[in-house]
């Protein structure tokens, strides 16, 4: 997806996928600062590690506590700090910064891929790990109405609510199902990844019917038991490709400064998943 939105940009630059060891982050983060990188994805664990290993930590990454692309930028003579694409000559000065694009891809799929009005919403989410925890906190900066969360391991639902009550107090957080509608029924647990697994809500506690739109974090595969079912109920739906797609255009944008080719991103990252 990265590759042809530069080429699609014209840029002679190349995406290229590391495998790096968790020990190994510091050093490398500084390797490909030492090297003039233009930036870096990175995905777990390392995102919650290079907090601490960034010269710079954006407002997104500060408040997500996550580090998910890193922009090198260089200082110029008179002082300010410029992404390294803006510089003809390699700059002696250099420095790591780092954003999360992850929380607005989230928000921005919700809206986009499945038409879903945040303002005012009453939201159910289905878990309470990175991911949920990320959604639940985006949602609540959103004006959402009324929040239900849900997870197998009680006790992080409950630390996320709690969360949510010290950032955004005016919003309703209950821990459990809702009993009458939602407008969106979210599904950020691992539950669909495997054809074996069970369904990621309890079907005694919920009907889908409840829901207007059903989003599935998971994209692969692209149809999973949650969405067949959501659609079987009359739901919108829509699977978690364009999470993944807009957290990327969002972080091209960032070492390019220029805007994101979003259909040559997204048709590149579908023949990717699904061949
Ligand atoms: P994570 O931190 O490991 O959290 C996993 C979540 O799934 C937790 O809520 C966990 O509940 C729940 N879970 C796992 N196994 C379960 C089971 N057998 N029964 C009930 N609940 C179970 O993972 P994550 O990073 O948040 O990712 C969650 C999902 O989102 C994954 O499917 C991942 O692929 C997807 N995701 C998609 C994108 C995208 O770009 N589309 C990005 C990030 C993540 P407990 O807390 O009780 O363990």
Request: charged share 20%; hydrophobic share 45%.
């Amino acid at each position: 997806m990265q590759n042809a939105g530069l080429a699609a940009l014209g840029l002679d630059w190349r995406y290229v996928a590391f495998d790096v060891d968790p020990s190994q982050l510091r050093p490398a983060i500084q390797g490909a600062q030492a090297m003039r990188f233009i930036g870096l994805n990175l995905t777990l664990p390392h995102k919650l590690l290079a907090v601490d290993m960034v010269d710079v930590l954006g407002e997104s990454a500060q408040g997500w506590g996550a580090v998910n692309t890193i922009r090198f930028e260089g200082r110029e003579p008179g002082g300010a700090w410029r992404p390294l694409r803006e510089f003809a000559v390699a700059p002696q000065e250099t420095r790591s910064h780092g954003f999360n694009t992850d929380a607005e891809a989230i928000t921005r799929a919700l809206r986009e891929d499945l038409g879903v009005e945040l303002s005012g919403a009453r939201i159910l989410l289905l878990g309470a790990g990175g991911a949920g925890r990320t959604a639940a906190l985006k949602l609540a900066c959103e004006g959402i109405k009324e929040l239900f969360l849900v997870n197998r391991t009680r006790s992080k639902a409950e630390a996320v609510a709690n969360e949510i009550r010290q950032r955004s107090p005016q919003l309703k957080v209950t821990l459990g199902y809702p009993a009458g509608q939602v407008d969106l029924a979210l599904n950020a647990t691992s539950l669909g990844l495997k054809p074996e697994d069970p369904p990621p809500w309890d079907e005694r506690q919920f009907s889908l019917r409840q829901a207007g739109a059903v989003y599935d974090m998971i994209y692969r595969p692209v149809e999973s038991a949650l969405l067949q079912a959501a659609k079987a109920a009359g739901c919108r739906t829509a699977n978690g490709l364009g999470m993944l797609l807009y957290q990327g255009a969002k972080a091209l944008e960032l070492w390019t400064g220029q805007s994101a080719p979003l259909s040559v991103m997204r048709q590149a990252l579908e023949r990717n998943v699904y061949g």
